[in-house]
């Protein structure tokens, strides 16, 4: 079956700009989560969903961060105002219960 | 507040070597760990998840265990081969409070197989 989908896979903003990525999970997984990985580093948690809940957004480094799972399938994660520090890899995961958590190719956020 | 450490940060072998990949973290208090491949542009593939209850778990040539008390885990790989090349990262579930779900990654070990 499908994996875990995000779009769009590249995007390069200009400074200031709003921006929303996307992640379609693997159907019927309940949990939906968000990192974001800087170069050389390993994967930092923002946020994740059981169903449309969002049940931990301790992660989202400022208010200009949120996101939203409004039927509990595909999720979207907006950036307002980009700053070039948003600069990063942005990964989606999900997972069926409290377990194996499987990850999409992630997006590549790059402001300019 | 929990911390992963791998070492090393990079390692480079010839083609056929027995390996062993280091992560630990500093709370005891786990629900699972997992570990992770990680391929340039792409995603993470997850190679083993141990549940705290265990020990060990194997797949293939890939053996991790897990020391939960004394925050440790190891991936051995057998019989490297120059496809094992990649980064590979150790994350761990914190059990309890609100932090259900959430994985505190390492920041990596970079893998190279020389033929």
């Known amino acids: 079956g499908a994996g875990v989908s995000q779009s769009p896979r590249y995007k390069v903003t200009k400074r200031g700009q709003d921006v929303a990525l996307r992640c379609d999970p693997i159907?019927?997984?309940?949990?939906l989560y968000w990192y974001r990985q800087a170069l050389g580093q390993g994967p930092e948690f923002l946020t994740y969903f059981n169903y449309e809940a969002q049940q931990d957004k301790s992660g989202l480094p400022n208010d200009r961060f949120s996101a939203e799972r409004p039927e509990g399938s595909i999720s979207t994660l907006t950036i307002q105002r980009t700053e070039q520090r948003d600069s990063a890899m942005y990964r989606c995961?999900?997972?069926?219960?409290?377990?194996?958590?499987?990850f999409g190719p992630g997006t590549r956020l790059t402001v300019t | 507040k929990q911390e992963v450490t791998q070492i090393p940060a990079a390692l480079s072998v010839p083609e056929g070597e027995n390996l062993v990949l280091n992560c630990s973290f500093t709370?005891?208090?786990?629900?699972?760990l997992q570990w992770f491949r990680q391929d340039p542009g792409k995603g993470l593939t997850s190679l083993l998840l141990?549940?705290?209850?265990?020990r060990e778990q194997t797949s293939g040539r890939l053996n991790a265990s897990l020391d939960k008390s004394s925050g440790r885990s190891t991936l051995y790989i057998a019989a490297s081969q120059p496809g094992d090349s990649a980064t590979y990262l150790c994350?761990?579930?914190?059990?309890?409070?609100?932090?259900?779900?959430?994985?505190?990654f390492g920041q990596g070990t970079i893998l190279t197989v020389h033929p």
């Open positions: 159907s019927g997984h309940v949990s």
């Open positions: 709370d005891s208090a786990i629900y699972n």
């Open positions: 141990i549940q705290s209850s265990q």
């Open positions: 995961a999900s997972s069926p219960t409290w377990n194996e958590q499987y």
């Open positions: 994350a761990v579930w914190d059990a309890g409070g609100t932090s259900y779900g959430k994985l505190t």
